[in-house]
């Protein structure tokens, strides 16, 4: 017998938190980092949202509570994603969940087996990938094109449904590409989900970046398609994380197509985390319902929207870089592929030993380059799903961070970016892959 299940092998990660190891030993050696690696708003919790908590922690409110999520928050998310989305919402539908990421466990434990298909977004969050090969299903990455600017057509999507299919990931706003799905584009992916896919196929549609849009643009949900056919299908995911700079408060939900379907996300609250403290549940609906938080978003994503403008015009000011200008999120996520080339990278990665070669990309050569020698935290493409990733050569760059640590990490880039002397010196140094 071995000391661990089987399944573990196909647990994954997520890489932004798995680089703080990296991050410390830079520390140690006396490096100033510039982290541009985690995905956090570098905005604290707006004062509002917490007066509430510390009025119910001061009023006993610190008890277990219903599993499913208490009342007042359910009936504020019903009502925000009613109204947002243009669909009827029963507060029984709702389930409030310790962040964003259980409902993709829930999701994948309540309706996925062993053998059955699940189509996600590549590049996106590690945890869909992850989750689909922990549960034995056939991962089925559907790519996100640089040249469509990170989304998909509906033919991209048919070519890949099968009778097999079981769950379809749908991400908009994206993480890592900042890629939006129009309200077009939503509507003929629905109407190829009713086409061609079985009646019981789910849709999970994170959301979780519903409130982080650029440029004057609207969200829009692939659930208020089809005239309510898709509300049938749709799992609505999202949360406080992003849009109320709540990450370290824990607090996500999702909203099921059915009350039955709610009931088994229910039951794996109870068996997992039992229920979400109802001192942060209050402040989640305070943060949903008071008028004092509109105000606070724009100004987060203003300051969001003027970093992007400025990181991507400079990206592209870098010879062997080039970037998109994204829509929403707050990331972005240009091709390195020119930088690898000219650094010797594409080279050196060719040149490593078959077991080496396979457990990094030049990007994640890149990656680590960059952070050991310039003390700038990334993420390479292989973080955002690496089945079907071969040959993307993409870094993702946080804007969740002031503009003049974004302009010196940035310059520090620019001064990698011809440090082919540096590259060769780290590769001899490191043997990070030997």
């Not at 030993?25 to 707006?46: C, H, I, K, Q």
């Not at 062997?320 to 829509?327: A, M, T």
């Not at 080279?347 to 890149?366: F, G, K, V, Y």
């Amino acid at each position: 017998m071995t000391l661990l299940a089987s399944r573990i092998a196909s647990l994954g990660t997520e890489n932004a938190f798995k680089l703080g190891d990296d991050i410390t030993r830079v520390l140690a050696r006396g490096v100033d980092v510039v982290r541009l690696n985690l995905g956090e708003p570098d905005f604290d919790s707006a004062p509002h949202i917490n007066e509430e908590a510390i009025a119910q922690i001061r009023a006993g409110n610190s008890h277990y509570n219903d599993p499913q999520g208490i009342r007042s928050l359910r009936d504020a998310i019903a009502h925000h994603v009613s109204s947002t989305r243009g669909i009827p919402v029963d507060p029984a539908q709702v389930v409030v969940t310790p962040g964003g990421k259980p409902p993709i466990g829930f999701t994948m434990q309540a309706y996925v087996n062993p053998g059955d298909e699940v189509i996600y977004p590549s590049p996106g969050f590690p945890i869909y990938e992850s989750w689909v090969t922990y549960v034995g299903a056939r991962p089925v990455p559907l790519p996100l094109r640089e040249d469509t600017g990170f989304t998909f057509t509906p033919d991209d999507l048919r070519q890949r449904i099968t009778p097999r299919t079981k769950v379809i990931v749908l991400c908009s706003p994206s993480n890592p590409t900042g890629g939006v799905l129009t309200q077009e584009e939503l509507s003929g992916i629905a109407a190829v989900i009713v086409e061609c896919a079985q009646p019981d196929v789910r849709v999970y549609s994170d959301e979780i970046y519903e409130h982080i849009l650029f440029d004057g643009a609207e969200h829009h949900s692939i659930a208020a398609e089809q005239g309510g056919r898709m509300r049938e299908k749709t799992i609505i995911a999202s949360g406080h994380s992003k849009g109320f700079a709540m990450t370290g408060w824990r607090l996500g939900y999702a909203v099921l197509p059915t009350v039955e379907e709610a009931a088994v996300f229910r039951q794996l609250n109870i068996n997992s985390i039992s229920c979400v403290p109802a001192f942060i549940q209050e402040a989640g609906r305070v943060a949903l319902e008071s008028p004092a938080s509109l105000p606070v978003i724009e100004h987060m994503v203003s300051a969001f929207q003027g970093r992007r403008d400025w990181v991507v015009a400079a990206l592209n000011r870098i010879p062997g870089v080039r970037c998109q200008n994204p829509k929403g999120a707050f990331y972005v996520f240009p091709n390195v592929a020119g930088i690898c080339d000219q650094l010797g990278i594409l080279a050196a990665h060719a040149a490593l030993p078959e077991a080496a070669r396979a457990r990094t990309s030049p990007a994640s050569m890149l990656q680590m380059f960059l952070l050991y020698r310039y003390g700038v935290a990334t993420l390479d493409r292989n973080s955002f799903g690496k089945i079907g990733a071969e040959g993307q050569h993409f870094l993702r760059l946080s804007i969740a961070a002031s503009i003049e640590r974004l302009k010196d990490g940035v310059s520090r880039i620019t001064q990698a970016s011809t440090d082919r002397t540096g590259f060769a010196t780290f590769m001899r140094e490191e043997k990070l892959w030997t």
